[in-house]
């Protein structure tokens, strides 16, 4: 049975990334009900922790593909490497990813990387989607992008899909009550009329590449 894997990056179990990854896996099985789809939520894993710089992966003759670190980690990026399709998704943090996905991350794509040609391989080849949310609007995404990019690319490398989807849902709404906090600086009226104009196009985009990407493998 083929398998699209979500990693979910979000410490939060039922707003913005979550539920885009939801939307994602409703239009993966709806497209393709004989494809499994797994979810990974970094934050209900056991301890792990980033790359360790041990260059276990790196010793000669012992390049697996695979970081030699065991820990709560390990058995998600064993799945990573077992599955048809791939998943990554993470509200942004600092312009970045949260610091659960991040490690993550460095633990999948570290040792796919050779240090001989600097070449990034994964050993299976699969497509690739990313999931992001943010409070940002969209005309700051090229500046959040400068942060992702070299990551991303490399996994677009290793997995040989250099047209990965993108799910971005900008300008999310971060509380269910803005009157309990002291966030004005958002201006969450103008916030949620913006949101609540784009949620189902979001909704349906994230739904669009489960779709797409079920039926591509
Ligand atoms: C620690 C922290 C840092 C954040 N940094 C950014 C940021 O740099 N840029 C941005 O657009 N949003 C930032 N946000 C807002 C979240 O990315 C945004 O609200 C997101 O949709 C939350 O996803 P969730 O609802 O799945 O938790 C930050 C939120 C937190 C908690």
Redesign the pocket.
Known sequence: MKKILIIDG???RA????ALCDAFAEGAREAAPDVEVDRVRLYDLPAYRGCVSCLACKLKGRETGLCALRDGLSDTLRAVNEANGLVIAS?????EWTAMTRAFLERLVFPWLHYTDFSVTAPGKMPLAWIY????PESMMPDIRAHLAILENAVSRAVGDPSPAFVEAYT?V?VKDYSRYAMDGLMPDAHIAWRSAHWEKDLAKARAAGSAMALKI
Do not use: E, H, K
Request: charged share 5%.
């Open positions: 979000g410490p939060r707003m913005n990334t979550a509200p942004i943090y600092f312009s949310s943010m409070n940002a999310t971060q």
